[in-house]
T-cell receptor, first 117, second 108 residues
Framework: GAGVSQSPSNKVTEKGKDVELRCDPI?????LYWYRQRLGQGLEFLIY????????KSGLPSDRFSAERTGESVSTLTIQRTQQEDSAVYLC???????????????FGNGTRLTVT | RKEVEQDPGPFNVPEGATVAFNCTYS??????FFWYRQDCRKEPKLLMS???SGNEDGRFTAQLNRASQYISLLIRDSKLSDSATYLC?????????FGKGTKLSVIP
């Protein structure tokens, strides 16, 4: 079946511009996550959605970052007034179930490679 | 203390060798643990879920030690194709927290 789909796969933007990244999760997966991975670094948690609700936004690096999700479907991550430090791969993942201390496995999309010049 | 910690490596091992990675976690309430494999410039792919009884999938064995709060991954008879970064993940606070990964290079 279809996996997690992200678009665009690559995005080059000028400093100060806004960008919008899109994620289509696996059908039926209620939980959706955004992570950021800088070159040679680990996965940095940004935000997760349970349905269209985002209970924990504490991982978002600054108020320039926002995310929303429509129902249990598409999510968009928006970065306003991009900075060079925002350059990274932004990975979306979805899973069937999430709880306070429990996760079903996450399935990742191919990521969006963002370069801010 | 970071929630999930791994030795970054790199581990350089010859083909056919057995190699083991450990990963420590700080959230004693975590119920779910996973090993992921990430190839260069690719997304992480699930390798194994880790169960409390330990589990094996071919050349790969994963174990969980709750008393010492670590999970391990053992790879037997290493292949060149096993070269990758291995990430461990532990559940906590409605997200999966990952270690920074352990880089493995299998050498001919």
């Amino acid at each position: 079946g279809a996996g997690v789909s992200q678009s665009p796969s690559n995005k080059v933007t000028e400093k100060g511009k806004d960008v919008e990244l899109r994620c289509d999760p696996i059908s039926g997966h209620t939980a959706l996550y955004w992570y950021r991975q800088r070159l040679g670094q680990g996965l940095e948690f940004l935000i997760y959605f349970q349905g269209n609700s985002a209970p924990d936004k504490s991982g978002l690096p600054s108020d320039r970052f926002s995310a929303e999700r429509t129902g249990e479907s598409v999510s968009t991550l928006t970065i306003q007034r991009t900075q060079q430090e925002d350059s990274a791969v932004y990975l979306c993942a979805s899973s069937f179930l999430v709880g306070r201390s429990y996760n079903s496995p996450l399935h990742f999309g191919n990521g969006t490679r963002l370069t801010v010049t | 203390r970071k929630e999930v910690e791994q030795d970054p490596g790199p581990f350089n091992v010859p083909e056919g060798a057995t190699v083991a990675f450990n990963c420590t976690y700080s959230n004693s309430a975590s119920q779910s643990f996973f090993w992921y494999r990430q190839d260069c410039r690719k997304e992480p792919k699930l390798l194994m879920s880790v169960y409390s009884s330990g589990n094996e999938d071919g050349r790969f064995t994963a174990q969980l030690n709750r008393a010492s709060q670590y999970i391990s991954l053992l790879i037997r008879d290493s292949k060149l194709s096993d070269s990758a970064t291995y990430l461990c993940g532990g559940a906590g606070s409605y997200q999966l927290t990952f270690g920074k990964g352990t880089k493995l290079s299998v050498i001919p």
